[in-house]
């Protein structure tokens, strides 16, 4: 009889959980259910009323309605926020195509970022920067490097003038005599990035300050071949492994032998296009064996050492690699140029 | 130079040469080919004839047309209707005892139109002129392209083949190739012969030696002339008398400036007669891009781009007046203090005392080497021509040509080096082509002062060398069949024990000037065996010692701190205007534009604008700032590089390293989160640089500062020990005007990347960090305006000591609730102890003990 007063107040309770739809009328059915003032905590109190043989028999009714009535709680309150959950997934969505937040961008110029690249892959090669002064004296610009005064060669190379002895360098070769004076006799692997001038019009193919980067070894062994070998591998791991490398005689003061170099343009291929005048060929840098007067101008005996040295133009490689058409844009510094290549 | 290949054909034999391998290989050996232009290589063959003028008749209806009778190897001649102007005198003529040899053109070719401006091609036709019909035509130069000369129909020499295709007789190859400067001896044919010969191994043809003319003659084909064993003959003996006038009665030279003239010769032809040069010799001249004028002078420049000795003609009748019906007597000197002369352009012009001239006893007839004067010139008046042919020092050439602001022809080929042995062969060429083409005779000796004949230049070369230079064993053959071709004359020098040549003397010819170390000599072999045969290979030689380079290292990290920190690197000209400079100075926007003693001026600027090199790192930076904010809201710029301060009494000016810095306009890109729409300002210029101080390792402190551009109360001097390291802030607002910045602040720095350097790599030991939880307490004290921020900070960590494991500003406020001229900094306090949960009364206590020492140090008032 007390037995099925127990579960007549379980299937009650159970059958009000049954309504119950949110958080809060679920706690509120928790505390009419299970609380102190609930049918189950009566019932527990009325056990001393219980005839002692009934009293375990009861006990254990009770027991497991009370942990029934505690499963089908956490059950339902599973189920509640699973439906929540799910209504807030479905509810909570963003447009994913909105622009990303990003803080500011910054970025290095073009010119710095070519440098970058060679400068990396002569270091790989052992090749140290060397950086020096951009005011020289005649002396080191020309006359060291084995152009003196009224040198026809002088006239290859347009010069501002600060006095009648002092320039403002037309190439970074004067750091190849200030590097071997300090160094020698010492062997040397250095490259001497730099920005240069030259007395020239302002056009979209030639400007008056410009960046040169130049390399130098000078050894007891370094021949023309190893020249030719590290400059084939700097111009194909610059310009691709495909690329097509020609040395051919051409005339410098402070080399001999002295070689322009060209590459097969990367543009055409090497069939001929406006950027290679057709010709398939792009005019690189110029090099050649160090001059046995400057080798010894820099402390070398030319008899006992060899050197090799090359140069060319950093903002030619930023022209070619982004089909840059005005070498202008580079001291400009309009955001619209650099914002594009950095 | 414009090579004209037929020309070049008459000193080297290169049948069976395809122009394509002749520039390939030019190319290789170091004279770089610029262009290729095809003289006639649309020409019709089957339309485009050589034909004879046999008979001339006047037009039945018309004065200003004539009929010309036209044999063009087709049997009977073809009669045409034409107007040529050189024609129209023969209208009564006949038949002619000379046939003229012209260009015939049957219907249906293609010729560009005579009568048009410009070039336009269009197709013959035949039709009726004046009621004769005509369907062929005799053509100008300017129809078949050769030039714009439409003045008359093109006369060719009495030698042109009748009935050949004019493609076959004028069509020609022009080369264009770029000399530099150690190839002097290409820029003329014979020159370039002889290098042609050497680098494709074909032999030179041979040339008279008392003439210097090709053996074959010109134009000829087929002819197989021997190999010349050297084509200019070894200088005669040479008079060492200073004056030698052997020439007799006929004129006499002296030289009284010996170290600037080796060689002086004169010759004289008399009876010349002046008119039009043939027309192969006017193509020739054309083709190589010279204009041809009359036939002595048109003989001087040809005879000139033959050998390359630059020629001058006189005009004897003059000079023999000048000298009062005397003899003439020519004197190379120096030019008198205030001596002047007009010169053949009609200039008169200031000569000095390294001037060269060449005088008589009137004064001066040339400036040597560069122009004649305008009083012996030859004219159509002219009949007797004494031609000089000398040698002058190439380097006082190229002072006079530069000073006088003159060049010319022969200053271009003197400013090089000619030798004096040229002068003869030079000479001799125009000499004889006066003979064969003005009817000249070239009588008498030559007038040939030659005080100092240079001695042969003998260079040892050891063979061993060209494989320590070259990293390539050349084979001995090659090298000596290479030499020998260059017509370098060679002694060997042979092991005793091996019998192998380990040596060898070589005897360097007049025209090779630019040989005198063995290394001329490796170079000679390795451009002519071909770079293209040398391997690449890798360095062995041992890997230098490695060094740091802090410098590069520095800059390096300052670009990529800059560049996180959302700023854009900037490049500018180094060369900027020093008016634009005095803008970076309140007040002084209008400071006059001319050079100051602050900066280095340059003597030859290109510009106003670029004439001096910049002083500071700013003036690249805000000319760019002004030129992006006319399109764009926000700029953040820095840029790395030099400025330069001239030294009193250096001449070399100090060229520190600086890092500027500037940031103005909006502190967020504009996006649909943005919109605060605060600007940037010295904090954000503040923060960029305390990146860079955080990744250089600098330790640093900032206080109030000065500089020059920036506003009085918003400038930040930072430190680093004793160092400046230079300053940061904001624009003073007059700065901000001059440079067209508009309102808002910018914010700047200017640092010394010198002292950076110096400072950086200050590495702080790594502390080990509590695991015990930490205390955090707020604390908000009011102080006078004056006191630093950064005083109260060290202040609190002072006496927070080693519990306080951090400290951060996180308000500060201004206003009536802390009154006038007093602040409230409000900071929150990390408590933390190594070894142990903080108690809160610890904590308490440390907060307690801050508030005191701020109360005593500084006056604060906690709140
Ligand atoms: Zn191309």
Redesign the pocket.
Known sequence: MRIDEVQRQRDAALAALDAVDDAAALEAWRTAALGRASAVAALLGQIKAVPADERPAFGAAVNAARQALEAAFEARRAALEARALGEALGSDRIDVTLPGTLPPRGGLHPVTRALRRICRIFADMGFQVYQSREVETDDLNFTLLNTPPHHPARDMQDTFYVTDDVVLRTHTSPGQIHAMREHAPEPLRIILPGVVYRNEKITARSEIQFTQIEGLAIGEGITMADLKGTVENFVRRLYGPDRAVRFRASYFPFTEPSAEVDVS?M??GG???Q??KGG?WLEIMGCGMVHPTVLANGGYDPDRFTGFAFGGGVERVALLRYGIDDIRHFWANDLRFLEQLR | MRVVLSWLKEYVDLDGVAVETLVERWTQAGLEVEGVERIGDWWDRERLLVGAVTAVHPHPNADRLVLADVDYGAGAPHRVVTGAPNLLPLREAGALDRPLKVVFAREGVELFDGHAAGWHKVVLKGRPVRGVMSDAMVCSAKEIGLSDDHEGILILDDGAPVGRPLADVLGDVVVEVAITANMARAMNVVGLARETAAILDRPLRGVDPATGAPLGGAGAEGRGAPRAAGSTPPPAPAATAVVADDAGDLCAVAIEAPDLCPRYTARLVRDVRLGPSPEWLRRRLTLAGMRPIKNVVDVTNYAMLEWGEPLHAFDHDKLVARAGGGVPRIVVRRAAPGERMTTLDGVDRALDGDTLLIADAAGPVAIAGIMGGADTEVDDGTRHVLLEAAAFDFINVRRTSRMLKLTSESAARFGRGVHPALAETGAARAAALLSELAGGRAVGTVADAYPRPPAPVLVTLPLRDIRRTLGVEVPVDAVLGILERLAFDLTHHVDGATGAITAVEAVVPPHRMDVALPVDLIEEVARVYGYDRLPGTRMADPLPPQRDNPTWEVDEAVRDALVAAGLQEAISYRLVAPRAEARLVPGAGDADAGGTPEHVTLRNPISPERAALRRSILTGLLEATAGNLRFRDRVALFELGRVFHPRPGEALPDEPRRLGVVLTGAAEAAGWRTGGGRKLDFYDAKGAVERVLAALEVDAAWSPGRHASFHPGRTAEVRSGDAVLGHVGELHPLVRRQWGLGDDPVAAADLDLDALERAAGRVRPFRPFSVYPAMLRDLAVVVDEAVAAADVEAAIRRAGGALLADVVLFDVYRGAQVGAGKKSLAWSLTLQAPDKTLEGKVADGARARIVKALERELGAAAR
Do not use: P
């Open positions: 343009c543009l055409c069939r001929g296009c950027i290679c398939g």
